[in-house]
């Protein structure tokens, strides 16, 4: 644990067992899958043995409860439904209240959640992780920019995932000074070759017809680019195997029709956890084809490359190309390029060596600079910071 040297002004002592309270707020939390909610449930059950942590959510029905998952307490407030991808909780603020944590932790962007706080009366310090610009939504932007930028006035810390985030926000370039990077890091110790993993990548493989097999793990969704993928794989001589759900599954197998190339992509759907390590084992290279600033950092190729895979990802303005090196861990492209995409995957397709290299190099960086300790002690010097 990481030691607290100079004097906390609050009427709390930190030190030995009296924990940190810490109220993280978020849209979804586990068992939904997605990067946010993954990196919520991993810092706080990284510090769960030194921070007290509540964790503040939408529930997808109209029904709050309160869980414990994995040790730590969830509320999920009763939700309307969702307006832009965003669960519309009206007891949100009551709860906030409540809750009365030494620090909020909220990650951007979930606009009711963060206009819910600013309609509380809080006395809690606010750190806040943002994870990417809102993108898509303009209009509801241009009404929703002014309340968001008195939001983030608040904060007393932001972290961000890459340096490349800080630099090409054009929210962030307002609030430099409160920025900090902490990498997103992952359990790798998940990832370590096992005889059990090898012979569930071995069925893999063998499902997928055991030659030149090209992954994609995520959901579904417009931003991931997945439709630029189909399309290379006319071009591409293997097996695409897209694992996970979402809203772009029958357009994309409808696409995979019309082309021609149905029959080499399987639909896998939703991957069960203990078998996901497996899965990256069992392909050849892993492709990340996303095509806009929704895509924060793409957790998934860090997943990739612990198990020595290289990757194949897209030059966003983003913490993507900082989690995937081009030349060192793997090769960027353009996005919405699916020619040049279909010659990337070629590429490692055909040459083993350059496979194995870069897959090596990747599980060398993952393990030194992106581990889940190291995400959380950088985490908790956070917290201690802001209280001292």
Do not use: W
């Amino acid at each position: 644990m990481v030691e607290v040297k100079c004097k906390i002004k609050a009427k709390r002592n930190f030190l030995k067992n009296d924990k940190i309270k810490v109220l993280q707020v978020n849209k979804l939390y586990y068992p939904h899958i997605g990067g946010v909610e993954k990196h919520v449930q991993d810092v706080a059950e990284a510090l769960a043995d030194r921070v007290d942590f509540r964790v503040l959510v939408a529930n997808n029905r109209f029904k709050t409860v309160t869980e414990t998952i994995n040790g730590i307490e969830v509320t999920k407030i009763a939700s309307l439904g969702s307006i832009s991808s965003a669960p519309i909780a009206p007891t949100f603020g009551c709860r906030l209240r409540r809750a009365k944590p030494d620090i909020f932790h909220f990650h951007f962007p979930y606009p009711p959640g963060e206009l819910s706080y600013l309609l509380t009366k809080t006395n809690g310090k606010l750190v806040v992780t943002y994870h990417s610009d809102i993108v898509r939504q303009k209009k509801l932007l241009a009404l929703y920019r002014p309340l968001m930028m008195r939001f983030l006035k608040k904060a007393d810390k932001i972290l961000v995932s890459s340096p490349n985030l800080i630099a090409n926000s054009p929210v962030l370039k307002h609030f430099r000074s409160k920025c900090q990077v902490i990498p997103f890091g992952i359990d790798t110790n998940r990832f370590m070759f096992s005889p059990q993993i090898e012979k569930k990548a071995a069925g893999f493989r063998k499902r997928f017809n055991n030659k030149n097999i090209i992954l994609f793990t995520g959901r579904l969704a417009y931003y991931k680019g997945l439709s630029y993928l189909v399309e290379a794989m006319k071009d591409i001589d293997g097996t695409l195997v897209l694992a996970g759900e979402g809203n772009e599954r029958s357009r994309l197998e409808n696409q995979a029709n019309a082309l021609g190339v149905f029959k080499r992509i399987i639909f896998l759907g939703k991957i069960a956890e203990q078998d996901l390590p497996a899965l990256y084992y069992a392909c050849d290279v892993f492709v990340l084809p996303s095509i806009a600033s929704s895509e924060a950092f793409g957790l998934v190729q860090l997943e990739a490359e612990a198990c020595g895979k290289p990757v194949v990802s897209t030059d966003l303005p983003t913490g993507v190309p900082y989690a995937n090196l081009h030349g060192k861990t793997g090769l960027i492209v353009p996005p919405k390029n699916s020619p040049v995409l279909a010659e990337a995957i070629n590429k490692l397709l055909n040459d083993p060596k350059m496979r194995k290299d870069l897959g090596e190099a990747g599980k060398e960086r993952v393990n030194s600079q992106f581990s889940l300790e190291a995400m959380a002690a950088a985490v908790l010097k956070v917290y201690e910071s802001c209280l001292s």
